[in-house]
Every structure is written in C-alpha cells, then in structure tokens.
C-alpha cells in the first residue's frame, strides 16, 4: 500500500485547459479514437505531417518483382531511412526483424496474380492478425471501374468495419488495373469515393491535369504513388509536384528500389517530401551521396 499523499501544497492550475489531443497534423483525423490517431501519426511526421512510405508489396500478384528479388539482403538496409514500410504479412514475418521500429501498413487484399483479372481480389487478412502484428494501418485496393468494383469497394467496407473495433486505420488504393485512366476527374472520383466509405488515408498516382484538385476534394490524406520506374530526376520532380499540391507525402516502391543507388534515392525523396527541397537541389543531393559511396 502507498504511503497517503499528505503535501498541503497542490498545484491544479486552474486556468489552463487540457489541450484536445487531436493529431492535428493528420488531416480529417480529428474524430477518430485515440489508437487510431496514435497509428496515424506514427506514419505522418515531422512539421508538415507528411511520411515517406516504402512499397515493397508488389509480390503479392507479381512475385519477385525486380529489385525485390532479395528483400532480406537489399531492401532491409533501407527500411531506417523510411517513415513507414508498406508490405505483406509473409515478408514482415518472414523478413523484417520484430525490433523494428519503422511502422509498417499491411497490405490486406489479394486474389488474383499478374497472369489474372487485377481487380478480381478478396480482403486477404484478418484485422485480428493485423492487431497481432501491430499494424500502423492496413491497405486495400480499390477498383473504381473495375471489373470488380464492387467487390473491392465491399473489401475496403469489410476492413474499415473490422478496423473501427480494433483501432486500426485503412488506406485505400486508387488500382487502376491495366486500362483505366490516370486523370485527375478519375482520380477524383476514386479518392473521394474512398474517404467518403471511410478510408483513413488514399493512396494514389500523379496526374498533371490538376493534381491539386485531387488532393483538396479528399478529406483525408493522400499519398502519391510512385509508378514505374523513372529517371530518378524525374521521379523526385514528381513527387515535388505532389506535396507542392496537397499530397502528404509518397508511397514509393518502384522508383526508389529499382534505382541503382537505392539509398541515395530514399534519401532525396525525403528532401523533396520533409524539407521542400526542389527537385534539382535534391538530384544534387542524390548524386553526392553516389560519389561518396
Ligand atoms: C502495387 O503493387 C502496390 O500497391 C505498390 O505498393 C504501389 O504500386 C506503390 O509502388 P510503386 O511506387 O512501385 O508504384
């Protein structure tokens, strides 16, 4: 039993409020329960909340894509340099060490592999195994004119429901298959269908008819895709022009482990993303750190 508090002197400070305690930084995040800011914020940081999130689960339909061949040997080395990991949970259990401390977004659809129909996918993880693994968030594709549309609108549903109990965010992906359009009037449709439904985040690509546009419609944060593998100045101009229009920072794959010099690259996307570097000044800086490796 403690000893009875007995100081005469107490200091209640009656005159200031207890702040809120919202994640201010998060956008649209303000209502939601604590877990779920907490998951939240730990994928959004520094003074603008923005994250620099690493993809590297593009094996769950494509297998060993390239630069993913090795995940254990190359991709490993880079996970410090990320805000937040996006991967499967048969890499993270098989791969990625449990002292981690990167926050990492589970990808939790799946069905079909690259030989199949792309939006013909299922919710492909149990919330309670996410919950498990200690899950920043879980993310989902989305196939907005898809064949499949309504079942991958009904997977996102399943796991929002599922993510509500546990206190565990969805971000939702913007898939636009093979064929389907990257503009800003589509993408616009997609992010914002997704928000209303309930996603935490949105995930989707560049567009340079009016990105801008994309970004201040949803109400939650976007995050930019990275694509397909670009010269690496370009990729960082890309990604320039997606936080200089709203975006809350990237979800990188191809453009950073495809680079020969994946570390330099991750490095500079974070000076595009967390200082507002231009995309030159950040070239500059990828290109030094290639002359001192
Ligand atoms: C697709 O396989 C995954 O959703 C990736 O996480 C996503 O496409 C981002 O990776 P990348 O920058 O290579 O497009």
């Not at 939601?32 to 959004?44: A, E, K």
């Not at 689960?57 to 490993?76: A, C, K, N, V, W």
């Not at 079942?151 to 399943?158: A, P």
């Amino acid at each position: 039993m403690p000893d009875v508090d007995t100081l005469e002197t107490r200091d209640f400070r009656p005159g200031v409020s207890t702040p809120n305690g919202a994640a201010a930084l998060v956008k649209g995040a303000g209502a939601l329960d604590w877990g779920m800011q907490n998951r939240l914020s730990s994928i959004f940081s520094g003074p603008g909340g923005r994250t620099v999130m690493l993809a590297i689960d593009h094996g769950y339909f494509q297998g060993p894509t390239s630069g993913l061949e090795r995940i254990d040997l190359d991709i490993l080395p880079l996970v410090g340099s990320a805000d937040a990991l996006m991967l499967t949970r048969g890499i993270l259990r098989s791969v990625v060490p449990p002292a981690s401390q990167v926050p990492f977004v589970l990808r939790a659809s799946g069905g079909p592999s690259v030989l199949g129909e792309l939006s013909d996918e299922y919710v492909a993880l149990d919330m309670q195994d996410a919950a498990r693994l200690n899950a920043a968030a879980v993310a989902v594709q989305v196939f907005i004119g898809g064949k499949y549309e309504s079942r991958t609108v009904k997977n996102m549903l399943q796991l929002i429901d599922d993510g509500l109990r546990y206190g565990i965010p969805v971000l939702g992906v913007t898939a636009v298959g093979r064929e389907l359009t990257r503009d800003a009037r589509y993408l616009r449709l997609a992010c914002r269908i997704i928000a209303e439904l309930g996603a935490s985040v949105v995930k989707t690509y560049y567009c340079d008819d009016g990105f801008e546009s994309v970004t201040a419609t949803c109400p939650v944060p976007v995050i930019m895709a990275g694509g397909k593998k670009l010269p690496e100045l370009e990729a960082l101009t890309m990604a320039h022009r997606a936080v200089q229009e709203g975006a809350a920072g990237v979800d990188m794959g191809r453009n950073i482990f495809q680079s020969e010099h994946p570390s330099a690259m991750i490095a500079a996307v974070r000076a595009v993303v967390h200082d507002d570097r231009e995309p030159e000044d950040a070239y500059d800086l990828f290109r030094s750190l290639v002359a001192d490796a």
